[in-house]
């Protein structure tokens, strides 16, 4: 999937049919204001203008998210690990790491499964293979986006950003790592994980290929459809909670949306996930990407009224 990530792999291009090579368009890099987290508190009076200027809660850049994430999917779960989740680093340096740490740790346990196995995995299983070993991220924000404040029924504030971030970043990685896979590139700095595959031409000896890709397609759908649903929620959180006058992060969905719309799109033509009658990957991550468009195009819709009346 297209991003600016800062990785040495090299550029790909996302579809077949493309005759440049994407970039995610040039844009500020978004940093939460100063007052982003801070409720609106009005100034008149000093009690209330003085909790407006209290220090914020100190960042913890400690959170191992792997393991908080596969804590909170756990059938019991605290709710202060559930709340750790919050702590999801701004930056996207820090994202991708724990993002790609994750990633890796289900490609090794992947790799593990079939190093035993008695047959030769398809490149379509593989990569579902991958999906499922990641698919506790999905429990875990699961249970954090139906979270209640203890003692009451409001849900627990706050994790929209997070939730979203981790969805987002999960996915970009997760079909970058079938893109690097699929082009037979790999970094000569960091084991690869990856088992060998049947070719093409093993395939099609093999009678029973037609069925266990199918299944394999379908099974990753599935997983594919559950992170939209999650991803899409934590989008319409993060746009009521940070989204309201907020040029600069309209800016970054607009191109976030760009590039997973262009990621699906590659990742449908690899591995025939989303495949429909014009075999264009629309289908993947629908949901979350109707989402970001509305943002989008809400927030132009309010910039040209401000426009046109002045």
């Keep these: 999937m297209p991003s600016t990530r800062y990785s040495s792999s090299p550029r790909k291009y996302p579809h077949s049919s493309d005759t440049e ?23 008149a009076s000093p009690q209330k203008k003085q909790r407006r200027q209290s220090p914020k809660k100190p960042f913890s850049s400690d959170l191992n998210l792997e393991q908080a994430l596969r804590l909170s999917a756990r059938s019991t779960v605290d709710h202060v690990t559930l709340l750790s989740l919050k702590d999801v680093p701004h930056d996207e340096r820090s994202i991708r790491a724990s993002i790609k740490s994750i990633i890796v740790s289900s490609k090794r346990s992947v790799m593990k499964h079939f190093t035993k196995a008695k047959h030769l995995p398809l490149e379509t299983e593989l990569y579902a293979k991958w999906l499922e070993g990641v698919e506790y991220v999905a429990v875990g924000l699961e249970k954090a986006l139906g979270a209640k404040v203890p003692g009451t029924r409001r849900r627990v504030p706050g994790f929209g950003r997070s939730i979203y971030a981790i969805t987002f970043y999960l996915v970009d990685e997760f079909i970058d790592e079938v893109s690097t896979h699929h082009d037979g590139w790999t970094s000569p700095d960091e084991p690869s994980y990856y088992p060998p595959t049947l070719s093409l031409v093993e395939e099609a000896k093999d009678d029973s290929t037609n069925g266990r890709s199918d299944i394999a397609v379908k099974g990753a759908e599935a997983i594919l459809r559950r992170f939209d649903a999650i991803m899409a929620a934590a989008a319409k959180r993060y746009k009521v909670e940070r989204g309201r006058n907020n040029p600069s992060l309209a800016e970054r969905i607009s191109a976030q949306e760009h590039a997973l ?22 289908v993947l991550m629908k949901h979350t990407r109707d989402v970001l468009t509305q943002w989008k195009n809400e927030y132009d819709d309010c910039e040209d009224q401000l426009v046109d009346s002045n």
């Design 21 to 43: 090579l994407f970039e995610t368009p040039p844009r500020k890099r978004f940093c939460p204001a100063e007052d982003e987290d801070d409720l609106s508190y009005s100034s």
């Design 261 to 282: 719309a262009k990621g699906c799109c590659l990742l449908c033509e690899q591995t025939g996930y989303g495949s429909d009658h014009h075999d264009i990957g629309d």
